[in-house]
């Protein structure tokens, strides 16, 4: 678990920490943090984007701290003990002194229910909150109006062979990353040419879907980096089952408010689980997964919005 | 003695090259100075030691005498004191003076010492001075404590053969943090390098995390999580704190302090037994401060007499015909002193409040420091507490400095095979920090009882167009207005781009690290900019030195609200 933290550490130390440079740039005899010039961070961005960014940066507080999301505050607390005696500056020196601030952060809120309850929230509530503001802006971009229904492709059933690209290419584009196409403008051709190349795709992977489920659906098909295990794993996944997965993950949203404390005392205790739990587990692993694609989704849609300005 | 009296051999902040480069782990020493007496203690690679001083003694008087211009501590010889006391030589209660300004109710309780303490009640430093040869000579409280402590180090370096460095010493948690700047300047005058300054309960939390991970080790337990609360009063302050320890790991849940102490109880008594005393001893003639000695001596040991007796005996001749004749018994004692009983039971139910601690919960209650043996003191943290008995594995005399002592070790690095020092202190914040903002108000960046190191940042805003600079203010306390509060150092930021009001985005950012050094961060960001406007301010606090009482006032009446800052509301 510990041999885990390190890479997390390393990546989420500089940029959640926006003074970091200047800090480190006397005591630190690091100078791999030296370099960073993140020192302009914080001023870069308004202010709430910088609560998001700094929400993205620290979490997943359970990663940091090592726990399973349904861990009971005693775990936490211990967990929080173990890493404290290795990281602490009067143990690990200054350079503990970052690590331990983001273990104090991640403590201070999951060892509060009330807290840990806005936290789990929020881990949902930043992309809830994107459903709605931006549906026309999300991956993919809106030309004309908002309609009730927008394309979406299936990463994992397209096989790049560019055909829609060819019928419709002002709003298919291919991703040459993944290989697969994308949307980039919804309607960015006219029905005709839209309805011929999804016609045209022969594994039949473009699909209509409601315009209110597209973001989760962009989302969860972008390739997410994959958790690794030692020598195993690392690398890259997506859903297997993209519109599964976006129904789970929607109704975990409209679950969570509620019942979330509950449900989670429910899943702690129960020994043999009922669909319902097994369902409620899938969805909070599937959260903590979901929070470091976060980062992921950022790029990608600012990738798109400067796109879009050139296109129009 | 024939020794300079002290040589400033650094400076509290140019000891940059002693942590970086310890060419062996040299475990620094523990130190508790206490108000009235003080002891010092290491790890000797197998426990902690107590040092003893030429005579065998373990406690030593905290005090120096002013005499034949060679100035000498109470580390050797003791014997001298009482005498001393009364000829107006010897500084005393160092502790509750260092720091503070000549408006501060403690140094106006200090004037009826038996040296002098003036104050002009303006808001500089007191002036304190010793007796000598009929001449008052002037010193300060940090010259006093770097004479001791200069002792100290050579007591320390004579017993272990080797030079001493680093140290770890205890404070109360009510100081201030340019009462803090003071001990390390004391320190550095003693050529001596703070590692750690620990708040007295949360060194003696670490003991008791320490002697848990014993009892764990022993009976091979589980070692669950056990929280304790520990109320430390000595002869000047009054400390209390509720530590959660598990593992050797003592995690400080809340601290709560106050200037108050034995000496307190000392002086109510004395105004007890002599209500004209004040109006007497004023005029500090050789004659008055003899009979205010003896009268402090008589005093202090009927207090000593009355935690195992019921009633005593005061029978004193103070010179000038006056006597004092009086039986006080332990009811008479407990009424005089109400009110310091009251506010150790205030501070008490605080310190659980804020740790959100039931007294349920609490798994052990610690009775540390030289108020301990008083009885009212002991059956006030009972009722609070709602226990039949107290935790009995200390010494209430040695905890705080053993407890320095194993944070020193661990501080250095020192590793024990047996695990005896795999032990850590998770402090907290005793004082919130913030800034002056919304007119006089103090806004909290840092509240109390964070866990350190610490850092927070709060965005704030300007009340004028084309308001091009921003004044930073920083105080330390828990009052809503800045007054109230503890002023740590002010910074301007200039160079705003000019703009309406509530546009500029001021961050002011807070970060305390684990050896409890403050820095204000500060930039400025327009809107719509990817760029900060300017370069970012980092100001090590606190920046203010003596007399620091007038700055508040100087800087309002220089700029009133010109450069004034407001907090942006929290968009949601």
């Not at chain 1, 930043?126 to 299936?154: C, E, I, K, M």
Request: glycine share 8%.
């Amino acid at each position: 678990m510990l041999a885990s933290m390190f890479p997390l550490y390393k990546v989420s130390v500089p940029k959640s920490c926006p003074f970091d440079g200047h800090f480190n740039s006397k005591k630190s005899s690091n100078p791999r943090l030296k370099h960073r010039t993140t020192l302009i961070r914080c001023c870069q961005q308004r202010v709430g984007e910088r609560e998001r960014t700094r929400r993205r940066m620290k979490e997943n507080y359970y990663e940091l701290l090592g726990v399973s999301v349904d861990s009971n505050p005693q775990e936490i607390k211990e967990a929080y003990r173990k890493l404290q005696k290795k990281h602490h500056p009067d143990i690990a020196g200054q350079e503990g002194h970052e690590y331990t601030l983001l273990l104090n952060e991640a403590y201070g809120v999951l060892i509060r229910e009330d807290l840990r309850r806005d936290y789990d929230a929020s881990i949902g509530q930043v992309r809830f909150r994107r459903n709605v503001s931006a549906s026309g802006l999300g991956y993919s971009s809106w030309r004309g109006p908002l309609r009730t229904q927008a394309l979406f492709v299936d990463g994992n059933a397209c096989i790049g062979c560019r055909e829609c690209i060819h019928h419709a290419s002002n709003t298919f584009v291919m991703d040459e990353a993944t290989a697969c196409a994308r949307v980039k403008v919804q309607y960015g051709d006219d029905d005709q040419k839209i309805e011929v190349s999804v016609d045209s795709c022969p594994v039949n992977c473009i699909h209509w879907v409601d315009s209110e489920e597209l973001p989760v659906l962009e989302f969860l098909i972008q390739p997410q980096p994959k958790e690794g295990h030692g020598v195993f794993g690392g690398g890259w996944e997506r859903p297997t089952n993209v519109f599964m997965a976006a129904k789970a993950f929607a109704k975990q949203l409209k679950q969570e408010p509620a019942s979330d404390f509950n449900q989670r005392n429910a899943r702690a205790t129960a020994d043999e689980e009922t669909p319902a739990q097994v369902e409620a587990r899938i969805n909070a692993s599937m959260k903590i997964k979901m929070a470091s694609f976060v980062r992921v989704w950022d790029f990608f849609k600012a990738a798109f919005s400067s796109g879009t300005i050139d296109g129009e | 003695m024939a020794e300079p009296a002290y040589t400033v051999a650094s400076d509290g902040e140019t000891t940059e090259e002693e942590k970086s480069s310890p060419a062996f782990p040299e475990i620094a020493i523990g130190i508790d100075i206490g108000t009235s007496q003080c002891c010092v203690a290491v790890w000797n690679g197998s426990q902690v030691e107590l040092l003893k001083n030429t005579r065998n003694q373990k406690m030593m008087r905290s005090y120096v005498t002013f005499k034949n211009e060679i100035p000498s501590g109470g580390v050797s010889n003791q014997l001298s004191y009482e005498h001393e006391m009364f000829s107006g030589a010897a500084i005393f209660n160092m502790k509750r003076l260092v720091g503070r300004v000549d408006t501060d109710p403690v140094v106006h309780a200090s004037k009826s010492l038996p040296f002098l303490v003036q104050t002009l009640d303006i808001g500089v430093r007191p002036f304190i001075a010793a007796l000598v040869n009929n001449v008052w000579r002037s010193t300060t409280p940090e010259e006093v404590l770097a004479i001791f402590l200069l002792e100290l180090r050579g007591m320390a370096e004579a017993r272990l053969k080797r030079p001493i460095r680093n140290v770890v010493l205890t404070i109360p948690v009510s100081f201030s943090r340019f009462q803090l700047t003071r001990i390390e300047r004391a320190c550095a005058m003693a050529g001596l390098h703070v590692l750690r300054l620990m708040p007295e309960p949360t060194a003696v939390a670490l003991l008791y995390a320490q002697q848990q991970q014993q009892v764990v080790h022993e009976n091979m337990g589980s070692g669950s999580e056990k929280i304790a609360l520990i109320f430390n009063m000595g002869a000047g302050y009054c400390d209390v704190a509720v530590t959660a320890t598990a593992g050797g790991v003592s995690q400080i849940k809340a601290l709560a302090g106050s200037a108050i102490g034995g000496e307190d109880i000392l002086q109510n008594m004395m105004q007890h037994l002599l209500p004209e005393s004040e109006k007497l001893f004023s005029s500090h003639g050789i004659n008055e401060i003899k009979s205010m000695g003896l009268l402090r001596v008589a005093t202090q040991d009927a207090i000593h007499k009355l935690s195992s007796q019921s009633s005593i005996q005061i029978d004193v001749d103070l010179g000038n015909g006056l006597k004092i004749c009086k039986v006080i018994d332990r009811e008479e004692f407990e009424a005089v002193n109400c009110k310091i009983f009251e506010k150790c039971e205030s501070l008490i139910i605080q310190c659980l409040h804020d740790a959100k601690v039931e007294i349920d919960d609490l798994t052990d209650v610690i009775l540390v420091g030289g108020c301990s043996y008083i009885p009212k003191i002991r059956n006030v943290l009972m009722s609070v507490c709602g226990r039949g008995e107290l935790y009995k594995g200390m010494n209430p005399l040695e905890a705080a400095v053993c407890g320095a002592a194993l944070e020193g070790a661990v501080a250095s690095g020192v590793s024990d095979p047996f695990g005896n020092l795999d032990l850590l202190t998770i402090q907290a914040t005793p004082l919130a920090v913030g800034i002056q903002a919304d007119g006089n108000k103090f806004v909290p960046i840092i509240p109390r009882n964070t866990t350190m190191p610490a850092r927070k940042e709060l965005v704030f805003t300007t009340v004028h167009d084309h308001q091009i600079e921003a004044l930073i203010i920083v105080y330390e306390g828990e009052g809503e207005k800045v007054e109230e509060n503890h002023l740590l150092g002010y910074f301007k930021i200039m160079g705003i781009p000019p703009a309406p009001k509530g546009v500029p985005e001021i961050n002011v950012c807070l970060d305390i690290d684990a050896s409890n050094v403050l820095r204000a961060l500060a930039g400025v960001i327009m809107p719509g900019s990817s760029h900060p406007a300017l370069p970012l301010m980092e100001v090590r606090m606190p920046t203010v030195d003596d007399g620091h009482g007038w700055c508040a006032e100087a800087l309002h009446r220089t700029y009133g609200s010109t450069l004034d800052l407001v907090t942006v509301q929290k968009k949601t």
